[in-house]
């Protein structure tokens, strides 16, 4: 099964791409979650990443693209994945589209969470991330058991450089202009489908999990 995540920056794209990889056992495949290892290790694509990332921009089809293709290509997305923040432009939802083709397979779901941009910024400031696994936190609807430490693997939680207000609303922005157009890409292949993103975590899962099956 091979999924796609569309919503929103802080629309909960990260958050039910987790559940829904451990439920059907393939994995979660975030570009973000990736740049930011970069970012963490000092390589030099994290260097390149950072600086579009800092100013609520996007990191350049090409490399992005690069990156994906090489992701998913490994033996552990042989069965499916589930895409969370790629494709974010047409030109990247076609290269996915042709290299998809090519091996005569598809995308199944896309699987858009709506969430009205008023609700986003409010979430984001509370939003807290653990750098080193990946784990999102929230100060209020999902806080760690001990204050500013990661669960899953101990390490320190952060508020992400771009959660900052201003840069969330540049990547408000960024994402009418640039990544919307994809509801319409999806729409047309016939494989969208649209949750409620503004309802509890566990409610909008379970709509989910009711269109998976
Ligand atoms: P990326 O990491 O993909 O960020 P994003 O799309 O902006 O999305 P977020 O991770 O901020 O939000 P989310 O939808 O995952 O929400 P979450 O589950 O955490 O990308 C970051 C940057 O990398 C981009 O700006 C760009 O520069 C670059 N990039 C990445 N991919 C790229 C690409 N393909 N092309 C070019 N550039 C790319 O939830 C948010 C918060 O809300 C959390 O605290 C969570 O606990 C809480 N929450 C979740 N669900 C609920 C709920 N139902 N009720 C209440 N709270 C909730
Ligand atoms: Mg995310």
Redesign the pocket.
Known sequence: MKIVML???????????KMIAEKYGIPHV????I??ANIKNGTDLGKE?KT??DK????P?EL?VRI?LDRVAQEDCKNGYVL??????IP?AEVLDTELTKLGEKIDYAIN?EVPDENIIK??S???ACLSCGA???IE??PPKKEGICDKCGSELVL?D??KEETVKN?LN?YHQQTQPLIDFYNNKKVLKEVD?????KD?FKAITDILG
Do not use: I
């Open positions: 919503g929103a920056p802080g629309a909960g794209k990260g958050t039910q791409a975030s570009t973000g979650d740049f930011r990443a579009y990332m609520g921009e996007l990191v089809d992005t994906l969370d923040g790629f494709p974010r432009t990247q969470v979430r984001m509370g939003r807290r999102t936190y929230h609807h999902v992400r771009d959660d990547r960024v993103g503004t309802v509890d975590m909008v």
